[in-house]
């Protein structure tokens, strides 16, 4: 190619785009990068959990096939995302050692989920690349909760055990200002914001290895060598208007969740009542907490290319729902009456999340307990990558720029 640096279009400025973009810019790319949000990272890449997966989560899935398929995204993440945005990930970007409840409505009974533990951490132990983890991972533990230690951390009838795990969660919203500081740093990245696309495809119909345009609101039109999408809302429409049709099942979530500031420390541990519809808390700092209870928080649930807007949210409602998942909370860990004793702040935050899987939660067949079929999907010099889990996007995004650059 002559005439200056390849020009790559990525639309969406999520985890996934804006590693991608980064990883290209630094090969000499020019990168522009598309989203309709006013700034990067301003949907669910910002307001999530940060569970950096190691595979413990998907016991619903015994095949281990989604245990195997996270596992390598979560033990790079932590030396592809420090090199990304250029500072360490440590207090208060990681916090302690996941504790997983099992509920007595889970789909997966206490002593099958102790063997999946088992086995995964099994899979974690062999791993070359176990040390590289937010912390050393190599030798794996797996600690079951003994009565007594499950009565303190819970005495709810409802959670039957308990074990506790060496997974850990980052704090997304130190990430996201992470992110968007090197973004906006990189001077081979043009950033486009508050731009929605609508419809990309070839400059000539027949030339699919050629340059490619890309139309968003108000009539603009550019073309580049290569377009990346890397959307989560909305990628599969973008992708057939590419000529690249819908394959499989998939299914749009709008979720919703607590992000919460208290005045005072609180030692509260990371929670994750498995496995079904349930919810977790996430203790990044010891002031600063994520709490979800997943019934509660799902607005939007769907099917379509392009999923409907969110049912808008008044004040009222938006109170009652804050109070629902935390008296959900507390009925599970007592301690959660001491978060609402010393809160400082608190928001309702959330964004849509993609899976390619459907069911619900809540039942064993369903195959979104299965989450090993994220990949990159190709058509000439388009690519739309579906970004699996927020912890498996900096691995995938540095995969593709690899086979792009």
């Known amino acids: ?97 996941d504790l997983y409840l099992c509920h007595q ?137 590419a000529g690249l049709p819908a394959a499989g099942i998939w299914t749009h979530r709008y979720r919703l969740a607590l992000f919460l500031r208290t005045s005072t420390p609180v030692d509260l541990p990371s929670l994750v009542v498995a496995t079904g519809p349930f919810g977790d808390i996430k203790n990044y700092n010891g002031r600063d907490f994520y709490l979800s209870w997943y019934p509660d928080g799902l607005r939007v649930e769907s099917a379509a290319l392009s999923p409907p807007d969110p049912p808008p949210l008044d004040a009222s409602h938006a109170a009652s729902l804050c109070t629902s998942i935390l008296d959900r909370l507390e009925g599970i860990a007592p301690e959660v009456a001491r978060l609402r004793a010393s809160v400082e702040h608190v928001a309702l935050k959330g964004g849509w999340v993609f899976a390619a899987g459907q069911g619900a939660l809540s039942d064993p067949r369903a195959t979104l307990h299965r989450r090993s079929d994220f990949r990159v999907v190709r058509r000439g010099a388009y690519l739309s990558i579906d970004t699996g889990k927020f912890s498996t996007a900096p691995w995938l995004a540095w995969q593709l720029a690899a086979a792009i650059g």
């Open 1 to 97: 190619m002559s005439g200056g640096p390849r020009r790559i279009a990525v639309l969406g400025a999520g985890i996934m785009g804006c590693s991608v973009a980064l990883f290209l810019a630094r090969k000499g790319c020019a990168v522009t990068l598309i989203d309709k949000a006013s700034a990067p990272f301003g949907a669910a890449s910002r307001w999530n959990e940060g569970k950096i997966h190691l595979g413990f989560l998907y016991s619903g899935d015994a095949s281990m096939g989604t245990a195997k398929h996270v596992l390598p995204g979560g033990l790079r993440f932590k030396p592809l995302v420090e090199g990304l945005i250029g500072r360490g990930i440590d207090l208060p970007g990681a916090q302690g050692e």
């Open 105 to 241: 409505r889970s789909i997966v009974p206490p002593d099958a989920m102790a063997n999946y533990f088992e086995s995964v951490a099994e899979v974690v132990r062999g791993h070359p690349d176990a040390r590289d983890y937010l912390v050393d991972v190599s030798a794996c533990p797996i600690h079951r909760l003994t009565e007594s230690e499950l009565s303190r951390v819970s005495g709810s009838p409802d959670i039957v055990a308990g074990f506790r795990v060496p997974e850990r969660s980052v704090s997304t919203n130190w990430l996201a200002d992470g992110f968007v500081d090197a973004v906006s740093a990189e001077p081979r990245i043009d950033l486009r914001m508050a731009a929605r696309v609508l419809a990309v495809g070839p400059e000539q119909p027949d030339d699919l290895e050629g340059r490619w345009r890309v139309e968003t609101e108000g009539g603009i039109s550019e073309t580049f060598d290569t377009v990346v999408n890397a959307l989560w809302e909305g990628r599969l429409a973008i992708d057939a208007t």
